[in-house]
Nanobody, 123 residues
Framework: VQLQASGGGLVQAGGSLRLSCTAS???????MGWFRQAPGKEREFVAA????????YYAGSMQGRFTISRDNTRNTVNLQMNSLRPEDTAVYYC??????????????????WGQGTEVTVSS
């Protein structure tokens, strides 16, 4: 499956952005996640959602600010980001994990990746 991420851009601190990730095929059986990588830093977990959409997971600093959701009928997963901070500046990647599932917290456990979309938050 191919993943296409979009929705990044430049926003002021306190603002919002909505990232979208569209898959080229059905992802109903895939766990989906978002990761980010800032310049000079390692790729880090942002959020993940299980196939049923009823279970979501967030990194501590994103909890309460970011919301991950998915629409299996459209093969999309979204990341609503509110109250953005300059430290949220990074390239954001969506990822898919097909069965058997790995650990959702680690980027190396995912099988497919989008190309990344850049988010810049100005202070």
């Amino acid at each position: 499956v191919q993943l296409q991420a979009s929705g990044g851009g430049l926003v002021q601190a306190g603002g919002s952005l909505r990232l979208s990730c569209t898959a080229s095929g059905p992802t109903v059986t895939y766990g989906m996640g978002w990761f980010r990588q800032a310049p000079g830093k390692e790729r880090e977990f942002v959020a993940a959602i299980k196939t049923s959409s009823h279970s979501t997971y967030y990194a501590g600093s994103m909890q309460g600010r970011f919301t991950i959701s998915r629409d299996n009928t459209r093969n999309t997963v979204n990341l609503q980001m509110n109250s953005l901070r300059p430290e949220d500046t990074a390239v954001y990647y969506c990822a898919a994990d097909h069965p058997p599932y790995g650990s959702r917290w680690y980027w190396s456990e995912y099988d497919y990746w989008g190309q990344g979309t850049e988010v810049t938050v100005s202070s």
